[in-house]
């Protein structure tokens, strides 16, 4: 009989959990697919680490990562001292941990070094020198970071976990790194495919279940973006409904949202133009289902609500762009419809986050040519798994055929692992999908 995806992330966790804890090798991955509980994996080893006498220190990527690690740390066990090594800036740590008497903070590691659990950036631990190795390190969000870093933390710890989703945007790199490239110390890699180069026969887990992907979006998630490592969605066909509350008004963004409401998807189809990166119609269209969604009353029936379900306010939207300057445009579009308080950002930015819905406008939408900025799988990846219940994309028609036109061609350099799928077959994937629950402009 088929586990239920309950017992399948019970056994996973357990057995990543006996790695770490009982196992002898110095080092355990740990593959997670969006919302598959990778914090939560982080906090429940941490405390059996601590319970277990076992000095530990937590690497995490951003501070946002490391006070939100640290928080749930203390709230999940209220009396176990942590340590926040933090810089020396004015305004260094989120004031929310203030409210934590069992979280100590400095920018000295010799105030923090007895504590049980310490947590702070790679960028931080780099420049902590004259104290004894922890006996076990966690580095959170491994695949964010690069080797070159794992590098300068690895004198610092005995063994470690390395927790992270292989899906994600590849770490970020401001200088070029194809004098490297095949070199198993390559710095611009992630540290966990140098790591898994010099170690190949370390232990290499996998949580199996999204608790965060409806299960609408969970299988083409998987098909598209993590074909090696397939998982499921926690929840069932049954198990999640968004409503609209008011009727429909027959426009092109009402008739894409209740699209999504029925299936979790839709795409809404602009005419096929080269424009700006800020394409001005395309903005407005986002902006325009962003305000309808608000409008029409939004309610999400999920595992979590009461019978009535929760209502879908601004901050469970999220908007998500491939740059800046487009972000920047939305919110400036939705602030002149008098919509506040959605989240608009970058596919970087929005790495790690959840919401109901989001609406995304496609990396290529107007774009007279496909770069490899913008057909990164993980860029794609990150912008279509931030949603518990539906997603909707804003593009301009012409995707399959631009993508026809500029078939992959990265260099092929030896000793380099072709990464796949690539983005040009992700992007298809996901399209493919899309077309049948199209609207057109």
């Known amino acids: 009989m088929t586990p239920t995806p309950g017992d399948a992330a019970t056994r996973a966790t357990d057995e990543i959990l006996a790695d770490t804890l009982h196992g002898t ?6 593959d997670s697919p969006p919302g598959a509980g990778k914090s939560t994996l982080v906090v429940r080893a941490a405390r059996e680490l601590a319970a277990a006498g076992r000095r530990l220190m937590i690497v995490a ?19 176990l001292p942590v340590g926040r090594l933090h810089s020396s800036d004015p305004h260094p740590y989120d004031r929310v941990l203030d409210r934590h008497a069992a979280v100590r903070k ?9 504590l049980p659990i310490v947590v702070s950036t790679a960028a931080k631990w780099a ?90 979006a969970a299988r083409l998630v998987s098909d598209a973006f993590y074909p090696y490592t397939a998982f499921r969605s926690g929840t069932g066909p049954g198990d999640r409904r968004l409503a609209l509350t008011a009727a429909s008004d027959g426009g092109a963004a009402d008739r894409v949202l209740d699209i999504a409401a029925e299936t979790g998807w839709g795409l809404l189809e602009l005419p096929p133009q080269h424009t700006p990166r800020t394409d001005p119609e395309a903005v407005t269209a986002v902006a325009g289902v962003v305000r309808r969604l608000l409008e029409r009353g939004a309610v999400a029936h999920s595992e979590r609500s009461a019978d009535g379900g929760e209502p879908v306010g601004p901050d469970r939207i999220a908007v998500g762009t491939a740059h800046r300057d487009q972000a920047a445009a939305i919110r400036a ?29 496609h990396p290529l939408s107007g774009r007279p040519d496909a770069t490899a900025f913008h057909l990164e799988t993980g860029r794609l990846c990150v912008l279509t798994s931030r949603h518990r219940h539906a997603c909707v994309v804003v593009s301009r028609a012409g995707i399959p055929e631009l993508l026809d036109e500029y078939p992959s061609a990265e260099p092929v350099r030896l000793g380099v692992e072709v990464k796949f799928p690539d983005g040009w077959e992700a992007h298809q994937a996901v399209l493919a999908h899309l077309a049948e629950l199209r609207v057109r402009m």
């Open 106 to 114: 400095s920018a000295k590691i010799g105030d923090l070094a007895e």
């Open 127 to 216: 420049w902590v020198k004259d104290v004894d190795p922890w006996q076990h390190a966690i580095v959170d969000e491994a695949y964010q970071m690069r080797s070159d870093q794992l590098l300068a933390v690895g004198r610092l710890f005995e063994r470690a976990l390395f927790v992270g989703d292989p899906g994600q945007l590849d770490p970020f790199a401001i200088v070029g790194s194809e004098q490297w490239a095949g070199l198993t110390y390559d710095p611009s890699t992630s540290a966990v495919t140098t790591l898994l180069a010099h170690n190949p026969g370390l232990p290499q887990r996998r949580l199996p279940v999204s608790w965060r992907l409806p299960h609408s």
């Open 25 to 30: 090798a110095r080092g355990v991955v740990v």
């Open 61 to 79: 990527q951003t501070n946002a990562q490391v006070d939100d690690l640290v928080d749930r740390l203390a709230t999940a066990d209220p009396g």
């Open 333 to 361: 579009a939705l602030a002149a419809l008098g919509v506040r308080g959605v989240t608009v950002d970058t596919a970087n930015r929005l790495q790690g986050r959840e919401f109901d819905v989001t609406v995304v406008l």
